[in-house]
């Protein structure tokens, strides 16, 4: 279970589980950030904005595939069901961290901030992991 604290609603109905970050090679400048977004609450949120201290920027996005060629979709937000989960995956839903401060590797940690559109916010810990 990721560390997060939270700001904004003194009882959340969102929690964060599995929150990791790929390693990337030294001078990399974009790395991906995954965790699944539980809302045990009666009414869906929206993720709009991640930000992290040690990143210049983060961006959602969305793999696709069509007609076997892969790209990814920048998106505004993402949506948590009420009751249910978004998984943020390879190959999948994902943040894109840009312009890491410094490289990250195996065995770290570092933390982003994730905005949802009702004003309440989390902090998670991302561990970082080898890709693969």
């Known amino acids: 279970l990721a560390a997060c604290s939270q700001s904004g609603h003194q009882t959340s109905?969102?929690?964060?589980?599995?929150?990791?970050?790929?390693?990337?090679?030294?001078g990399a400048q974009a790395l991906a950030g995954y965790m699944v977004i539980i809302n045990s609450g009666e009414t869906p949120k929206d993720l709009i904005s991640v930000s992290s201290p040690e990143f210049s920027s983060v961006e959602l996005h969305r793999s696709t595939f069509t007609d076997g060629v892969a790209r990814m979709v920048r998106h505004k937000h993402f949506t948590v069901p009420a009751r249910g989960q978004i998984e943020l995956k390879p190959g999948d839903y994902h943040m894109m961290m840009f312009n890491p401060a410094k490289p990250l590797t195996a065995g770290g940690q570092t933390q982003a901030t994730l905005e949802f559109a009702d004003g309440e916010s989390l902090t998670v810990t991302l561990d970082v992991k080898k890709g693969g």
Do not use: F
Request: charged residues 20%; hydrophobic residues 50%.
């Open 13 to 26: 109905a969102l929690s964060i589980q599995d929150a990791w970050i790929r390693e990337a090679p030294p």
